[in-house]
């Protein structure tokens, strides 16, 4: 008889485990699909690390914002989640148009979420700036990806297609290299 409940938790574990990862996967697969399609320009750094594998750190341009180039809705606190609205830039990129300290109710442009890590002053010639962590920074490779996209890292302008969704959660789903299409993320 213990045998049987023994075995019964162990399949309603398994059970409930699965569940949990088709969620997450159903969760990306809808954001990817859905989700509002913007392209942000990015610099990439270094690709490899001994122990993370093969990624490439994702230096967006709105990851780095000079003070004057957008509007602030709210009071903006360091390490709390804010809100980046969109707008089409130059070029084909999305830039920032305003920074909100809460998601704002029936956004018309496209608008992520991200995590305040700095605003504070920085000498030199791009004085004060927000810096913005967000959950999609790196951009984790197969090996041969990772070399790739390393090669033309500092020759062209890399494109990051940012599939947004209604929360402001993001997800890439592609990454193009002078406007041409090389990658399209796939979660199936």
Do not use: C
Not at 16 to 23: I, N, P
Not at 130 to 147: G, N
Not at 167 to 179: F, R, Y
């Amino acid at each position: 008889m213990k045998v049987k409940w023994i075995i019964g938790g162990a399949v309603l574990a398994a059970l409930l485990q699965s569940a949990a990862l088709g969620k997450i996967l159903w969760d990306r697969h809808s954001l990817l699909e859905s989700g509002r399609e913007v392209v942000l320009q990015s610099e990439m750094i270094d690709p490899r690390d001994l122990f993370r594998g093969h990624y490439v750190t994702l230096n967006l341009s709105v990851g780095a914002l000079e003070e004057g180039t957008f509007t602030v809705d709210g009071e903006l606190m360091t390490g709390e989640d804010i809100f980046v609205s969109l707008k089409p830039g130059t070029e084909g990129f999305w830039i920032a148009e305003t920074l909100h300290a809460a998601m704002p109710e029936n956004p018309d442009a496209p608008v992520l979420r991200g995590m305040l890590v700095s605003d504070r002053t920085v000498t030199g010639e791009n004085a004060p700036r927000y810096v913005i962590r967000f959950p999609f920074d790196r951009y984790f490779a197969d090996k041969a990806r990772a070399k790739d996209l390393e090669k033309v890292r500092n020759d062209r302008k890399l494109g990051v297609i940012i599939s947004v969704g209604e929360n402001g959660e993001g997800a890439v789903k592609g990454i193009s290299v002078d406007g041409e299409l090389i990658y399209v993320e796939k979660v199936f």
